[in-house]
């Protein structure tokens, strides 16, 4: 069993600095944007830690009801709509059976 990792996603207020609803949606969470809410800091900015398990992420931020792709992500790849996704790697937690055979 995999263990699960807090992964902490952000979006900039800069961005879309009158946003009022932004969340992330991805592969883990069917891509529905109700999974995972984000919240504003008193910075302006959005964040959400959700736990995963270690691999590979393809998500994207929802800022209301337009898909945005993450400007600090790992990577992106293409999508069949013509668009492309964000890909974020989520590291093993040290200590697990994963760590120990990568």
Same mark, same amino acid.
């Given at each position: #069993? +995999?263990?699960?990792?807090?992964?902490?996603?952000?979006?900039?207020? $800069?961005?879309?600095? !009158?946003?009022?609803?932004?969340?992330?949606?991805?592969?883990?969470?069917?891509? +529905?944007?109700?999974?995972?809410? #984000?919240?504003?800091? @008193?910075? =302006?900015?959005?964040?959400?830690?959700?736990?995963?398990?270690? =691999? $590979?992420?393809?998500?994207?931020?929802?800022? +209301? =009801?337009? #898909?945005?792709?993450? @400007? /600090?992500? /790992?990577? $992106?790849?293409?999508?069949?709509?013509?668009? /492309?996704?964000?890909?974020? !790697?989520?590291?093993?937690? $040290?200590? !697990?059976? /994963?760590?120990?055979?990568?």
């Amino acid at each position: #069993m +995999d263990t699960l990792v807090p992964v902490t996603f952000r979006f900039p207020s $800069r961005l879309a600095p !009158t946003a009022k609803q932004v969340a992330v949606v991805g592969s883990f969470n069917g891509w +529905d944007p109700s999974a995972h809410p #984000m919240v504003r800091t @008193p910075e =302006g900015d959005w964040v959400r830690t959700i736990y995963l398990p270690p =691999g $590979r992420l393809v998500y994207g931020f929802w800022v +209301d =009801g337009v #898909m945005w792709l993450d @400007p /600090e992500d /790992e990577g $992106r790849i293409p999508n069949a709509w013509g668009s /492309e996704y964000s890909v974020r !790697t989520v590291p093993p937690v $040290r200590g !697990t059976r /994963e760590a120990r055979s990568a």
